[in-house]
């Protein structure tokens, strides 16, 4: 099985750097992904990793450690419309192709003035 | 390109009652998957169709739901009857097919908030 934690819920000010980190325990692991949601709307992909390391996206950047169970997503320059909840997700292993995730119950970022 | 759409959007049903909710992947994506949030908890797993098979459905969580992929585009959720516990948003994704890399990411439609009262 697959357990996921992430910080439920965290504040931070427009124009600052807020990081949201994600720990996982799994019995396999092949990837693991940030979605963005918006309330009432679709989750948004951000970013994957699967080697250890550091993947830039603009604002956005993830960070993984395989061997410590841990993934971070960094926002730089934030602005208020990053107000949102972000998802960290893990996919199991690979069976027959595709992407069955494993998610976090999300981190609820407000980002205020 | 139309992205992953769901409908209905809403759905208030009794309990008892039947609820079918539908999913249109993006045109060309073979597997396509079904979450659910419940009030307060983590999006979960229900299952995954390649195609019109289905790959994986180790999260649906009893009889009373039954999904389907007829000729491998739209599909189908359908509970019946439904409870209570049922009461949450329904998601679907979709991706391209098992040949392309790894880092394919799933599309997820906006959901099918279901209430059963």
């Known amino acids: 099985g697959q357990n996921i934690d992430q910080p439920t819920e965290m504040t931070a000010t427009e124009g600052a750097i807020v990081q949201i980190n994600c720990t996982y325990q799994t019995s396999g692991f092949n990837g693991l992904f940030w979605y963005q949601q918006h309330a009432g709307e679709a989750p948004t992909f951000l970013s994957y990793n699967v080697l250890d390391g550091l993947e830039e996206k603009g604002r956005f950047s993830s960070f993984l450690s395989r061997s410590k169970g841990y993934s971070y997503l960094l926002l730089k320059e934030l602005q208020m419309k990053d107000s949102a909840s972000y998802l960290c997700a893990v996919r199991d292993r690979i069976t027959g192709g595709g992407n069955k995730l494993t998610f976090g119950t999300g981190t609820q970022l407000k980002v205020e003035l | 390109e139309a992205g992953v759409t769901q409908f209905p959007s809403h759905s208030v049903i009794e309990k008892g009652q039947t609820v079918t909710l539908r999913c249109d992947p993006i045109s060309g994506h073979d597997n396509l998957y079904w979450y659910r949030r419940v009030m307060g908890k983590e999006i979960k797993f229900l299952l995954h169709?390649?195609?019109?098979?289905?790959?994986?459905e180790s999260g649906m969580p009893n009889n009373r739901f039954l999904a389907e992929r007829t000729g491998g585009t739209y599909s189908t959720l359908k509970v019946q009857p439904a409870e209570l516990e049922d009461s949450g948003v329904y998601f679907c994704?979709?991706?391209?097919?098992?040949?392309?890399?790894?880092?394919?990411?799933?599309?997820f439609g906006q959901g099918t908030r279901l209430t059963v009262v």
């Open positions: 994704a979709s991706s391209q097919d098992a040949g392309v890399p790894l880092n394919t990411e799933a599309f």
């Open positions: 169709f390649v195609k019109e098979s289905k790959q994986d």
